[in-house]
């Protein structure tokens, strides 16, 4: 097994599980990764079979992420 590291030192192709044990928590550890990617100019794609796209984006706005102004 591997050394542990940060969500901040993940590089491209490493393996990455993450975790959260309530609803509130997922979306918090949601809106960060968004927020980052957002901030160095990425595209974003989040998939799930259990929220809506809306909803999501409500989500996000809720935790001050301008996710609205970035979607197509």
Same mark, same amino acid.
């Given at each position: 097994?591997? %050394? &542990? &590291?940060?969500? %901040? +030192? ?7 599980? !993450?975790? #959260?044990? *309530?609803? *509130?928590?997922?979306?918090? @550890? &949601?809106?960060? #990764? =968004?927020? *980052?990617? !957002? %901030? @160095?100019? +990425?595209?974003?794609?989040? #998939? ?6 809306? %909803?999501?984006?409500?989500? @996000? =706005?809720?935790?001050? =992420? ?5 979607? *197509?």
């Amino acid at each position: 097994m591997g %050394d &542990v &590291v940060t969500a %901040d +030192q993940l590089v491209a192709g490493d393996h990455a599980c !993450l975790t #959260f044990a *309530e609803a *509130e928590e997922r979306w918090d @550890l &949601v809106a960060e #990764f =968004v927020a *980052e990617g !957002l %901030d @160095l100019g +990425q595209r974003i794609v989040c #998939f799930t079979d259990l929220v809506a796209p809306d %909803d999501i984006a409500g989500e @996000l =706005v809720v935790r001050e =992420v301008a996710a609205l102004a970035a979607l *197509e």
